[in-house]
């Protein structure tokens, strides 16, 4: 059986994306490739979100934003889009999902966590989908 590819986009991929792809590497482990872009990328990872993932010992400290290319989106099964809308080029044969989740973007600690917590609520009906 091959490997699932999930690739998880939002705008910057500084915060959702890389929270949820955090969740998917936690849960699945090397049961899923797990790839995360952004339609326009920020410099930097949302130091929140680390800070919000750490609380739950899952560190995502060391990842950087990367932008969407129609490969990425080429090469995955699951595509899971998180506002960026149009951005996102669409290929038959792969699996959307959009998740409507509120941006942490400029957003406490106190906000961050029920993102944090509902984003982990998707990745595991998403993994227990790909089972």
């Known amino acids: 059986m091959t490997t699932p590819t999930v690739l998880f986009v939002c705008v910057h991929n500084a915060g959702r994306s890389q929270m949820a792809a955090g969740w998917l590497r936690h ?3 090397d049961r899923v490739e797990v790839l995360s872009a952004g339609s326009a990328p920020a410099g930097s ?9 750490a609380e739950v010992g899952i560190d995502i400290s060391g990842q950087q934003p990367k ?3 129609p490969e990425a989106v080429q ?3 699951v595509v899971v ?3 960026c809308g149009d951005a996102c080029p669409f290929y038959p044969g792969t ?5 409507a989740l509120d941006d942490p973007a400029g957003q406490g600690i106190e906000a961050v966590r029920p993102i944090r917590d509902e984003v982990r609520r998707r990745v595991e009906e998403l ?3 790909l089972a």
């Open 27 to 29: 849960l699945a482990g």
């Open 45 to 53: 990872i949302n130091p929140v979100a680390v800070e919000a993932m």
């Open 67 to 69: 932008v969407l290319t």
């Open 75 to 77: 090469t995955s099964d």
């Open 81 to 83: 889009t998180m506002g």
């Open 95 to 99: 699996r959307y999902e959009d998740w």
């Open 127 to 129: 993994v227990a989908s």
